[in-house]
């Protein structure tokens, strides 16, 4: 199984920061990594495919880069309603697998 | 307005069994590969399994976890997923999520989630 180990699991940072999360896949992947955000007693919401392409209705301060094992998530500027959880997860190769997931609280 | 909603979770017991429904709205089911996936405060998120279109054959795929125990079927006629939970164990306790396939590139991933329907298995 393909292992995906997202850092950190949990980051405090205030309002207007940049943010970056990390997802390192097990083996290489190409560009088929996913990103996910979890608000509290919500479904996770799809934000970004591909590794880079964002999803109709997210706003553009989130993006996505990497390829291969590596792969990070950008907040380029923190907004009060990005404190949430995200995942990583590869649709690459059966069984599809997630991420431990990154808290992000407010500092 | 895409929607999937899931029903038919809840308590059961060990070794016993649990149906769980997801009905589809907004968009054409038959033409999406659908999945579940579940969360559990310790494991976080784990992909149980696929059920594919009907282009694709109606075929499944299944985290080892579970094969052998839950079975996915569809019935595109009713817009609905089914979820087959049998031989149920304690670490089957979790939220069950139904998602929308969104396929591109070759591979296929989650653009929507149902809301979730809580399974929890114990004496």
């Known amino acids: 199984d393909i292992q995906l180990t997202q850092s950190p699991s949990f980051l405090s940072a205030s309002v207007g920061d940049r943010v970056t999360i990390s997802c390192r896949a097990s083996?290489?992947?190409?560009?088929?990594l996913v990103w996910y955000q979890q608000k509290p007693g919500q479904a996770p919401k799809l934000l970004i495919y591909?590794?880079?392409t964002l999803q109709s209705g997210v706003p553009s301060r989130f993006s996505g880069s990497g390829s291969g094992t590596e792969f990070t998530l950008t907040i380029s500027s923190l907004q009060p309603e990005d404190f949430a959880t995200y995942y990583c997860?590869?649709?690459?190769?059966?069984?599809?697998?997630f991420g431990g997931g990154t808290k992000v609280e407010i500092k | 307005e895409v929607q999937l909603v899931e029903s038919g979770g809840g308590l059961v017991q060990p070794g016993g069994s649990l149906r769980l429904s997801c009905a589809g709205s907004?968009?054409?089911?038959?033409?999406?590969?659908m999945d579940w996936v579940r969360q559990t405060p310790g494991k976080g998120l784990e992909w149980v399994g696929r059920?594919?279109?009907?282009?694709?054959?109606?075929?499944?795929e299944y985290a080892a976890s579970v094969k052998g125990r839950f079975t996915l079927s569809r019935d595109d006629s009713k817009n609905s997923l089914y979820l087959q939970m049998d031989s149920l164990k304690t670490e089957d306790t979790a939220v069950y999520y139904c998602?929308?396939?969104?396929?591109?590139?070759?591979?296929?991933?989650?653009?929507?989630w149902g809301q979730g329907t809580l399974v929890t298995v114990s004496s």
């Open positions: 998602t929308r396939g969104y396929c591109t590139n070759g591979v296929c991933f989650f653009d929507y």
């Open positions: 907004g968009f054409t089911f038959s033409d999406r590969y």
């Open positions: 059920s594919r279109n009907k282009a694709n054959s109606y075929t499944t």
């Open positions: 083996q290489g992947i190409s560009s088929h």
């Open positions: 591909a590794a880079s």
């Open positions: 997860q590869q649709p690459h190769t059966y069984p599809l697998t």
